[in-house]
């Protein structure tokens, strides 16, 4: 591996414009440039991971819990939500009928009560409006 020397510093350099913050005096610029890019992105990493533990207070909000519902929200579910989810109260009552005597026989009948007729009852009729 070839010694790189110390950089000069912060020199105008007078080809096209340029300044450049680092001059090597190598005769092999590109070692050069690829050292200082793999010192440069050691560096990234160290300063990300150094800022990790930061971010999650970072972006934290301060919300009430739960959050108040929004007025279009609140439309959304007796237009939407409601409907639907009488519509599932109805499908599932027949469901439940029709496979009864196959949960009863499967020693599942409460399981399938609670989540044919039961679960979506309650949403459709307990659930405060625009609380999904």
Same mark, same amino acid.
């Given at each position: 591996?070839?010694?790189?020397?110390?950089?000069?510093g *912060?020199?105008?350099?007078?080809?096209?414009?340029k300044?450049?913050l680092?001059t090597?005096?190598? #005769?092999? @610029?590109?070692?050069?440039?690829? @050292?200082?890019?793999?010192?440069?992105? *050691?560096?990234?990493m160290?300063?990300?991971?150094?800022?990790?533990?930061? *971010?999650?207070?970072a972006?934290?909000?301060? #919300?009430?819990?739960?959050?108040?519902?929004?007025?279009?929200?609140?439309?959304?579910?007796?237009?939407?939500?409601?409907?639907?989810g009488?519509?599932s109260?109805?499908i599932? #009552?027949?469901?439940?009928?029709?496979s009864?005597?196959?949960?009863?026989?499967?020693?599942?009948?409460?399981?399938?009560?609670?989540?044919?007729?039961?679960?979506?009852?309650?949403? #459709?009729?307990?659930?405060?409006?625009?609380?999904?």
């Amino acid at each position: 591996m070839m010694q790189i020397e110390k950089p000069i510093g *912060a020199i105008p350099c007078a080809a096209k414009n340029k300044i450049f913050l680092f001059t090597f005096q190598s #005769t092999d @610029h590109k070692e050069a440039v690829m @050292h200082m890019i793999r010192k440069l992105a *050691a560096i990234l990493m160290l300063a990300v991971l150094l800022a990790m533990p930061c *971010a999650p207070s970072a972006f934290a909000k301060a #919300t009430a819990y739960p959050p108040a519902p929004d007025s279009a929200v609140m439309v959304a579910d007796v237009v939407a939500a409601r409907p639907i989810g009488l519509a599932s109260l109805v499908i599932g #009552t027949l469901a439940f009928i029709v496979s009864s005597p196959f949960s009863a026989l499967g020693d599942n009948l409460e399981q399938a009560y609670q989540l044919m007729i039961v679960d979506p009852a309650l949403y #459709t009729f307990k659930r405060p409006l625009g609380a999904f």
